[in-house]
């Protein structure tokens, strides 16, 4: 089969490898689509996985083969794998901060090259035991109805991890809620906030995105070369925004959000995923009452709620998420399609190679 294997920093090469052969409680998908999420690309590009390694997680396809004592799936399934699922048992997993758990950690899908990484950038991958689940209790492989395109599908895993984010925020429908950045991630933090009946302002430097990001009702752009805050304050009787998303990994934008939101706010780091220092005024946490916090990855906690998400969005046209495409690019031009979803443009949202 044909894969794109990550080979050294910056070095993505699409190559011929072996096909994944499958144990007992495994599966064999053949892919269809796989979107080029941020955090692939910042492995690409810091080295911080040996390599070589196929990476991608944002998958749909059909099951090609499956394991002996497999239950609940048969081949020609159309399907999305998670690629991590937790225990279930550990603490983490009993205070359902799932990202923490040990077993979490852990890849359960790969296209065999290597440590397992997601293996999306590949013709097959292979579904390991802990992820197929055991046909009853629902795990890691979701089946997708005839009706939804696998390019939706694929979304099912980033919307979840949206989706965690903002139920942590528990907005409520007289909130305000402005999103920093309006990439594929940003606009879907921005339309599942919407849903809450919360007037949603979002923030990006290129109009092109904001023309995106009205296709799902998101009708308050705000232009990021201006000046957001007061922007913030004008709508709000110039206390601020109750709640600031960060859906881009700038460290600077830290003090910018929560200069944008009125004392008792919240900021929400979505995009925070390399270490670093960010300086912020620690009197507005203590005497603003102002409250900085995370998310992180999905929670099998509301997988099957962002999966109604996805299929009933489709279905009603209101979460249409292939209308974030912007850019398909086939197996042999993945080292293209990294470099472009690497290096951003204005009219470029999200990137996904078509294997099939």
């Given at each position: 089969?044909?894969?794109?294997?990550?080979?050294?920093?910056?070095?993505?090469?699409?190559?011929?490898?072996?096909?994944?052969?499958?144990?007992?409680?495994?599966?064999?998908?053949?892919?269809?689509?796989?979107?080029?999420?941020?955090?692939?690309?910042?492995?690409?590009?810091?080295?911080?996985?040996?390599?070589?390694?196929?990476?991608?997680?944002?998958?749909?396809?059909?099951?090609?083969?499956?394991?002996?004592?497999?239950?609940?799936f048969a081949v020609g399934d159309r399907v999305m794998a998670f690629h991590h699922i937790p225990c279930g048992t550990c603490f983490y997993c009993r205070k359902h901060t799932f990202a923490q758990c040990e077993t979490y950690k852990k890849v359960g899908t790969t296209a065999g090259v290597g440590e397992a990484a997601g293996g999306g950038f590949a013709e097959y991958i292979r579904v390991m035991d802990w992820i197929v689940g055991d046909g009853n209790t629902p795990a890691g492989l979701i089946k997708i109805p005839d009706d939804i395109p696998f390019e939706q599908a694929a979304f099912i895993e980033p919307v979840?991890?949206?989706?965690?984010?903002?139920?942590?925020?528990?907005?409520?429908?007289?909130?305000?809620?402005?999103?920093?950045?309006?990439?594929?991630?940003?606009?879907?933090?921005?339309?599942?906030?919407?849903?809450?009946?919360?007037?949603?302002?979002?923030?990006?430097?290129?109009?092109?995105?904001?023309?995106?990001?009205?296709?799902?009702?998101?009708?308050?752009?705000?232009?990021?070369?201006g000046d957001v805050v007061a922007a913030c304050k004008a709508v709000t009787e110039d206390r601020g925004a109750d709640?600031?998303?960060?859906?881009?990994?700038?460290?600077?934008?830290?003090?910018?959000?929560?200069?944008?939101?009125?004392?008792?706010?919240?900021?929400?780091?979505?995009?925070?995923?390399?270490?670093?220092?960010?300086?912020?005024?620690?009197?507005?946490v203590c005497m603003d009452e102002k409250t900085l916090m995370g998310s992180y990855s999905a929670s099998v906690a509301i997988q099957q709620e962002g999966i109604d998400l996805v299929f009933e969005g489709y279905r009603s046209g209101k979460l249409d998420f292939t209308q974030l495409i912007s850019h398909r690019f086939t197996l042999d031009a993945a080292a293209k399609a990294v470099h472009l979803a690497s290096n951003p443009q204005p009219d470029s949202m999200k990137i996904v190679l078509k294997l099939s």
């Open positions: 089969m044909q894969a794109a294997v990550y080979r050294a920093i910056d070095d993505v090469r699409t190559e011929a490898v072996s096909i994944p052969a499958i144990g007992k409680g495994e599966v064999l998908v053949r892919l269809d689509t796989c979107g080029i999420c941020g955090t692939d690309l910042k492995k690409i590009h810091t080295g911080s996985h040996s390599a070589p390694r196929v990476f991608g997680h944002e998958m749909a396809g059909t099951i090609a083969a499956i394991g002996e004592g497999v239950q609940g979840n991890t949206c989706f965690k984010a903002v139920k942590l925020l528990a907005l409520e429908p007289d909130d305000t809620v402005l999103v920093i950045g309006q990439g594929s991630i940003g606009i879907i933090l921005a339309a599942l906030a919407k849903q809450t009946g919360a007037t949603v302002l979002t923030s990006d430097m290129y109009p092109e995105r904001h023309a995106v990001a009205a296709k799902f009702g998101l009708d308050h752009p705000l232009d990021a070369r709640v600031a998303l960060v859906a881009v990994g700038a460290d600077a934008l830290i003090a910018t959000a929560m200069a944008a939101i009125r004392p008792g706010g919240r900021v929400m780091l979505f995009a925070s995923t390399q270490h670093g220092t960010a300086p912020f005024d620690p009197a507005a």
